[in-house]
């Protein structure tokens, strides 16, 4: 059973979406050279989401929404099942997808996942550079147009089987920083 989750998925609280992304399938649809330029073919690659962070609202320190509306977060305020990429340490892509009710900034990091052939790739750069992600997917639906989404492929995860702790990386956010909003498979 494969079922691109849609824009009602993402329409939740942050940590629930957050939750409930492990275990689902984050695909991406790459064109393949073609050695005839009349023929137009595609690959995709798909990886379980195995690690997750949230990102929830504007008080949360750790958030770049905590700054408010910039034209770099103005997308965390929008819809959710939008992704939000940006760029960080001036050489790595992180992928964000939106979350909740418009107007409320909130997001959910993606940090890690298993390859069909059980390989582990660990670190969200790591991540988008292995499906090809970078900033001409910002701003856009997860939806099979843009060539990247999420499915549902029947794979269950316990409540019991998923660890959580604080996220990674934000030290400087105060309390914010102690919040378990880190999810990952044990």
């Known amino acids: 059973m494969r079922k691109i ?24 649809e790459l064109p393949r050279k ?26 949360d320190k750790a958030s770049h929404a905590s700054r408010g509306i910039t034209p770099r977060t103005k997308i965390m305020f929008g819809k959710a099942g939008r992704f939000y990429i940006y760029f960080t340490y001036g050489m790595h892509w992180m992928l964000n997808i939106v979350t909740g009710k418009a107007g409320y900034p909130a997001a959910v990091l993606i940090r890690a996942g298993r390859t069909l052939d ?28 843009t060539g990247l989404w999420f499915e549902n492929r029947g794979t269950k995860i316990k409540p019991a089987d998923i660890l959580a702790g604080k996220r990674i990386g934000v030290d400087y956010a105060g309390r914010w920083a102690h919040k378990l909003y880190n999810f990952k498979i044990k």
């Open 118 to 145: 059980s390989k582990d790739i660990n670190g969200p750069a790591r991540l988008t550079k292995y499906l090809k992600i970078d900033k001409k997917i910002n701003d856009k639906p997860a939806i099979r147009k």
């Open 34 to 59: 073609s050695a005839s330029p009349l023929r137009k073919s595609a690959h995709r690659i798909a990886v379980m989401i195995t690690e997750v962070e949230a990102y929830d609202g504007p008080k």
């Open 5 to 28: 989750l849609t824009q009602k998925f993402f329409n939740r609280s942050t940590l629930a979406v957050a939750r409930g992304l492990l275990g689902k399938f984050l695909v991406r």
